[in-house]
Structure formats: C-alpha cells, structure tokens
C-alpha cells in the first residue's frame, strides 16, 4: 500500500520567514495530495490539496508543489504568522478495494512561529 | 448543524469493556473513516467504509468492529478495550473532490 514519509517532525521559524515541510510518496498511482493543519484539541482542517495534474498551487500565503517523477511534494507557508504554528499533515489518496479514496498520512510537523 | 461530529468528546472506560464511539455526518458523503491519532504515529486507518453496508479495514484493525447500517452513521467498536486502544480517534467523511473532513475527534483513555 501506500507510504508517506513527512520531513521535519518539528520545526521552529521566526515570524515572517518561510516554512517549507517535505512529504514523499511511494505509490506512482496516487492522484492527489490534501494538507491539514491541525490545531489543539481539534480535528485536522484541509487548508490546501494539489492533483497530479498540476506542478503548483497557491492560495494566498501557501502554495504546495509537486513533483511526480521524485514523487514528492511539499507544502510552503511564506511570511509566516503566530496563528501558523500548529501540526501539519500531508497525505497522499491510494488504492482501495472500493476505488481510490483512502487516505495515507504522514507522521506530522509540529510548526512554531517564534514572535 | 451541517457537518461531522463525533462522540463523546471524551471517555474513561475499564481495560476488557466494550466501547462504542459514535460518528455521524450530515452531508450524505459515500466515504467514511476511522482514524487513530498516537504521538509519532501520526494518523493510522482502522476502517472504512464505501457505503452503507460496505466497510473494510485500514491499516490497524485489530481489536476494533464498525458498521455502517445508515450513510450518516460509522460507529466504531471497541469489543474489549486494552490500555494499547488509549488514543485520539478521528472520524472523517469524504466528499466528491477527494477533500477529507474531519470530526473533533475522542480522546479515549482505558485504565
């Protein structure tokens, strides 16, 4: 089956950098590519996903890009915010016995924005 | 109101009793899951299901059951709860785009 590795586990920027958090994938037929952001004591929020049929995706301060051939992907959070720190997850979609919709997570990034 | 919510939000139950946590959607999404949330684990899948009447197991299942008589219902059952099933779990529901949304979760704790 499917098996996603994220890098780092944590990760601690200055307010106004950058992030960047790596995930990798190994199945070649996996199609799409979620990132959640999870809060304290609250389930994972989609905050922006990328189909193998694009290169890159942006939505305001965060973009996600995918290589296919490396099979690996990343998400980018660009000048960063306190209300950014939180765990990240990337996921990639894989073979099921009924279609393609489960999802395989990796371990997490814990992000912290430093004021 | 609209959405996935679980519950309850949080349960102390006894090692070698049956548990039962409770997921319902309001948005008729066919896909539904059950995660596990442990530190360093991440998030593993127990089951899922299809549709009502079509589950199949994830990635850890033993030890747990689900049913999915309804398409708004995924309960999940633990038939005798062991300290190893103390954890966060996550219900999720997919909808037509691929995007997963997530309950609250439970956080479970068996002494």
């Known amino acids: 089956g499917e098996n996603v590795e994220q890098h780092p586990s944590t990760l601690s920027v200055q307010e106004g950098d950058s992030a960047v958090i790596k995930c990798t994938y190994s199945?070649?037929?996996?199609?799409?590519f979620p990132w959640y952001k999870q809060e304290l004591g609250k389930g994972p929020q989609l905050i922006i996903d990328i189909r193998s049929n694009v290169g890159e995706k942006k939505d305001q301060r965060i973009a996600v890009t995918l290589n296919k051939t490396a099979k690996h992907f990343s998400l980018h959070i660009t000048e960063t915010q306190p209300e950014d720190s939180a765990v990240y997850f990337c996921?990639?979609?894989?073979?099921?016995?009924?279609?393609?919709?489960?999802?395989?997570f990796g371990t997490g990034t814990r992000l912290t924005i430093i004021p | 109101d609209a959405g996935i919510t679980q519950s309850p939000r949080y349960k102390i139950t006894e090692t070698g009793r049956q548990v039962t946590l409770m997921c319902h959607q309001t948005?008729?999404?066919?896909?539904m899951f059950w995660y596990r949330q442990d530190l360093g684990h991440g998030l593993r899948l127990i089951y899922y299901?299809?549709?009502?009447?079509?589950?199949d197991k994830g990635e850890v299942p033993d030890g747990y059951v689900v049913s999915r008589s309804k398409t708004e219902n995924f309960p999940l059952t633990l038939e005798s709860a062991t300290r190893s099933q103390t954890s966060v779990y996550f219900c999720?529901?997919?909808?037509?785009?691929?995007?997963?949304?997530f309950g609250q979760g439970t956080r479970l704790t068996v002494v």
């Open positions: 996921a990639a979609n894989g073979k099921s016995n009924f279609g393609n919709e489960k999802l395989t």
């Open positions: 199945d070649s037929a996996s199609n799409y």
């Open positions: 948005w008729s999404h066919s896909y």
């Open positions: 299901s299809a549709a009502a009447d079509i589950t």
């Open positions: 999720a529901s997919i909808g037509g785009i691929g995007a997963a949304f």
